[in-house]
């Protein structure tokens, strides 16, 4: 065997001309240089079946939400101001009413009894 380039005689293992440094692998590719493929064992009688792998795994989401913010309690709502302002009124009203009857009874009295009804009075604060 010859080299294309210098006609210099070369062995069929050289991958470059001794000579000129050509190389002589230009047609060769790496499939004819690999050893031909081993046949596949027959198959048995007790043929173990296996699930095939995924040939490709889910893509990664494209974007991932930010977590959401914290939620807080709400606040009760205030207490009306007139509520409470309401029910002293009404407490005050209640208490002149009831002196203002007192007042007209003891002065009932006065006038159906006379003087026997003040020293009725006297005695009884007398005694508290």
């Known amino acids: 065997m010859n080299c294309p380039h210098c006609s210099n005689p070369i062995s069929p293992t050289d ?4 000579n000129c440094r ?17 046949q596949p ?10 699930q095939a792998p995924p040939l490709m795994e889910p893509p990664p989401p ?3 939400p930010p977590p959401a913010p914290p939620t807080y309690p709400t606040a009760p709502p205030p207490e009306d101001e007139r509520g409470g302002r309401n029910t002293v ?17 003891v002065l009932a009295a006065y ?16 005694l508290v």
């Open 62 to 64: 494209a974007y991932e």
């Open 22 to 38: 050509a190389d002589l692998g230009v047609g060769e590719t790496i499939i004819s240089r690999m050893p031909p493929p081993t």
């Open 89 to 105: 009124l009404i407490v005050a009203v209640a208490l002149i009413l009831l002196c203002c009857c007192c007042l007209i009874a």
């Open 111 to 126: 006038m159906l009894l006379g003087e026997d009804i003040l020293s009725g009075i006297s005695l009884a604060l007398s």
């Open 41 to 50: 064992p027959p198959p048995s009688d007790e043929t173990i079946i296996s």
């Open 15 to 18: 991958r470059f001309c001794p």
